[in-house]
């Protein structure tokens, strides 16, 4: 079966930095597109950053623009993303996604709050 495992979340400073890994099971990692979402408290959930199955494509949301980097390794089934230049407004839950045959999995999720 499908699964998407995070790690990295933790409490940061503002101006602070965060990496967080998503590990994948159960298909082939390779071929498909993933995404990392964010949900904070009283909000909807939200797409943060999105990467091709090559990694050759990328795009993220306005807000973190030049400040998060999505990437991956398809040979350990992994994808990471960079945080830098953290904010108040980046605390959430995040998410790691993929879509199969029209059908959405998600991790469990990790939090990362960012606060001094």
């Known amino acids: 079966q499908v699964q998407l495992v995070e790690s990295g979340g933790g409490l940061v400073q503002p101006g602070g930095s965060l990496r967080l890994s998503c590990v994948a099971s159960?298909?082939?990692?390779?071929?498909?597109?993933m995404r990392w979402y964010r949900q904070a408290p009283g909000k909807e959930r939200e797409l943060v950053a999105a990467i091709s199955s090559t990694g050759g494509s990328t795009n993220y949301k306005d807000s973190v623009k030049g400040r998060f980097t999505i990437s991956r390794d398809n040979a350990k089934n992994t994808v990471s993303l960079q945080m830098n230049s953290l904010k108040p407004e980046d605390t959430a839950v995040y998410y790691c996604n993929t879509v199969l045959y029209a059908l959405y999995y998600w991790g469990q999720g990790t939090q990362v709050t960012v606060s001094s």
């Open positions: 159960g298909f082939t990692f390779s071929y498909y597109a």
